[in-house]
Structures are given as structure tokens and as C-alpha cells.
């Protein structure tokens, strides 16, 4: 059986790689300017490949290009935010329920990562725990095996990571996540997945409003 070629990364690819990652880890801050001579320079690479990483992230919604004004990193304002808090939640709590038939796999998966993030929490580094978060509600997402939920929550997921990084930063808010985040695993080890689906509801909805308070949009 023939192997596929595998085609190396392009310059681009590789800083849109990085820039995204500082974005979501908060290295570029939410609605910075971003200058493309400064990104190249630190990059070590030219402006071109620079400038077509940027259009790659203005169409993940990470970057702004705002003609005659500059480039930016995406910031929201509250309806935004409130708009994105609704979506979130109809493809979270959806996957969920499409994921019943293997509560037990997905309890178990979600039961590691908690487990995870119980030694993330008194870290130095607050973007260790803010991963395993990450990877906690995309473990739901996978868990649903539908390619065009998972495609629409990719649409989302990139700003939605770059938004929890702020509130990671917040120690009590993480103790507080991490126990939701236990109990929504022991419900659904359990079986209990109308009790999952409520708290996993409630759980979207108050982050949603603590986005709002970082921003400073309420």
C-alpha cells in the first residue's frame, strides 16, 4: 500500500500557525494591531508570507483587515459574544445527545482530562489548564461523530479558545470550571444525560457572560 506524499508546510502556513496560537494563548491581545513588517521580523521571514497568514485567520475570524485602517486582532463586543454563547451551546449540547449511545467512552475520555486538569490548576502557567478545557469540550464535539456539526464548530472554536484564555487567568473561575467540569463527566459516566445536558447548558451560558465582564462589555 502506497504511502501519501506528504507536502511540507509553506512559509504561510507556518506563521499562520504561530500567529493563531498567539492569539488564542493572549500573546497578541484581542483587538491589538497587528503589523505585518513587526510579525515578519519576528518570524524571520518576509512580509508575504506574513500577509497571506493573516487572510488565512480573517477567515477563522481571528483577524480583522480593515482596508485604509489596519490589521487586527478580532475583538467582539457583548451581542457578539452573546451571539456566539448561543451557538456554542446548540452544537455543544447537541453533540452530547447524538453521543449517548457511548456515554460510557465519552465519561471515561472527559473523566481523564478532569483528572488532567486537577493537576493543571495550581500550575504557574494558566494556558495549561485552558487546554485541557479546550480539549475537554472538543472531546464532546468528537464524541457526537458528525462531520458537519463538527465542521460548524470549527468555525467558532479558534475565538471561543481565545476567550477562555482571558478567563483562565482568573484562578477561582478555573477552580469553579473544574467542577463543573467533574460533575459533567460523573453525569454522564453515569447515564444521566438529561442532568448533563442542563448543567453542560448552564456551564456554556455563565462563561458566556463572564467573556462579556472581561471585555468589558457588561
Given at each position: ?19 493563531r496560537?498567539r492569539?488564542?494563548?493572549g ?5 491589538s ?17 506574513v500577509?497571506e497568514?493573516l487572510l488565512r ?21 457583548a ?14 449540547r ?6 449517548a ?15 488532567a486538569?486537577?493537576?493543571?490548576l ?17 472531546t464532546?464535539i ?12 470549527d ?6 479558545q ?8 482568573v484562578?477561582?473561575r ?5 467542577g ?28 458566556g ?10
Open positions: 500500500m502506497h504511502r501519501p506524499l506528504q507536502r511540507p508546510q509553506s512559509l504561510a502556513e507556518q506563521a499562520a500557525v504561530t500567529i496560537q492569539i488564542i494563548d500573546h497578541l491581545p484581542l483587538g494591531a497587528l503589523s505585518e513588517v513587526a510579525l515578519a521580523a519576528d518570524l524571520g521571514v518576509s512580509k508575504t508570507p500577509r497568514a485567520l480573517s477567515k477563522d475570524g481571528l483577524v480583522d483587515i480593515l482596508p485604509q485602517r489596519g490589521t487586527y486582532v478580532f475583538r467582539l463586543d451581542r457578539q459574544v452573546g451571539a456566539l454563547t448561543v451557538m456554542r451551546e446548540l452544537l455543544e447537541k453533540a452530547l445527545a447524538m453521543a449511545p457511548s456515554h460510557r467512552e465519552l465519561g471515561a475520555a472527559l473523566s481523564r482530562l478532569v483528572a486538569m486537577e493537576q493543571a495550581p500550575l504557574d502557567d494558566p494556558q495549561d489548564y485552558r487546554r485541557l478545557d479546550d480539549a475537554f469540550h472538543q464532546i468528537d464524541a457526537a461523530d458528525n462531520e458537519f456539526l463538527a465542521d460548524a464548530y468555525r467558532i472554536a479558534f475565538r471561543v481565545a476567550l477562555r484564555s482571558g478567563l483562565a487567568r484562578r477561582e478555573n477552580q469553579r470550571s473544574f463543573e467540569h467533574g460533575r459533567i463527566a460523573a453525569l454522564i459516566t453515569a447515564a444521566d444525560m438529561a442532568a448533563a445536558d442542563d448543567l453542560l447548558g448552564h456551564h456554556i451560558r455563565y462563561n457572560d463572564a467573556y462579556v465582564a472581561t471585555l468589558g462589555g457588561g
